[in-house]
């Protein structure tokens, strides 16, 4: 296995983690509105690649926000108790559209580099064609 | 004197075991055998790869990082393959 092709399943792997954070991050903004909702984190740590060589990355388990749940005023609403106020989700539509750009721009660096491994190894093979 | 050409002689005996090819070489043969099969098993992956996606099991990033790698693996096959026939023109092309 050269290094390039290490390299190449490294990033894979880099492109796979921002992909399963962006997912967690979308079903945040989806349960915006669902009462008891608690926000979902995803936190990131190194693994073994392909080769069984370190440097790869992979999601951690998945941990709920334990941040107080928002209370919103709404007589009329079923979950509502004595004083009118139930409880709903404590997602911050700003901090999730944030680390949205954030997963989005990682996830360009990590395309960036698939793409800089490969155009590397066919400009090596390009130096014996001639 | 006698006893440091004894000396150099046991030396030259204690070293030598270090220049000896390992076990585990056979040779150019044995090398390009396992080239080979490198080569087999990156396109036969590639493939498990590409099937398993089109099924829906596996993840779009696998199936780019496959493909990408039988494509590394399928261009070093071809150019290291056009330059041995080319090598072996050359020969032919010898005045004899």
């Known amino acids: 296995m050269s290094e390039f092709s290490q390299a190449l399943s490294i ?14 991050l979308s079903e945040n903004i989806a349960n915006a509105d669902t009462p008891g909702y608690r926000r979902k984190t995803v936190s990131f740590e190194a693994a073994l690649g392909g080769t069984g060589e370190a440097g790869a990355v992979r999601t951690g388990p ?12 709404d007589p009329a609403h ?15 539509l700003v901090i999730e ?12 660096a990590n395309l960036k580099m698939f793409e800089q491994a490969r155009q590397m190894s066919s400009r090596l093979l390009d130096l014996l064609r001639r | 004197m006698e006893i440091s050409a ?4 046991r030396g030259y005996l204690d070293s030598r075991p270090a220049t000896d090819p390992g076990p585990g070489s056979g040779g150019p043969a044995e090398a390009m055998a396992g ?57 032919l092309r010898m005045p004899v």
């Open chain 1, 11 to 24: 990033t894979s792997s880099g492109l796979q983690a921002q992909a399963q954070r962006l997912r967690h």
């Open chain 1, 78 to 92: 079923p979950l509502s108790g004595e004083d009118g106020h139930y409880e709903g989700s404590n997602v911050d």
């Open chain 2, 35 to 91: 080239v080979a099969r490198d080569f087999a098993a990156t396109l036969q992956e590639g493939e498990a790869t590409a099937k398993a996606a089109m099924a829906g099991e596996a993840d779009p990033h696998a199936l780019v990082q496959a493909l990408a790698q039988t494509e590394l693996a399928v261009e070093t096959a071809v150019t290291v393959r056009d330059k041995v026939v080319e090598a072996y023109q050359e020969i």
């Open chain 1, 62 to 73: 998945v941990q709920l926000d334990r941040s107080d749940l928002e209370r919103v005023y």
């Open chain 2, 6 to 9: 004894l000396a150099a002689a």
């Open chain 1, 97 to 108: 559209i944030a680390d949205a750009r954030e997963a989005q721009r990682s996830y360009e």
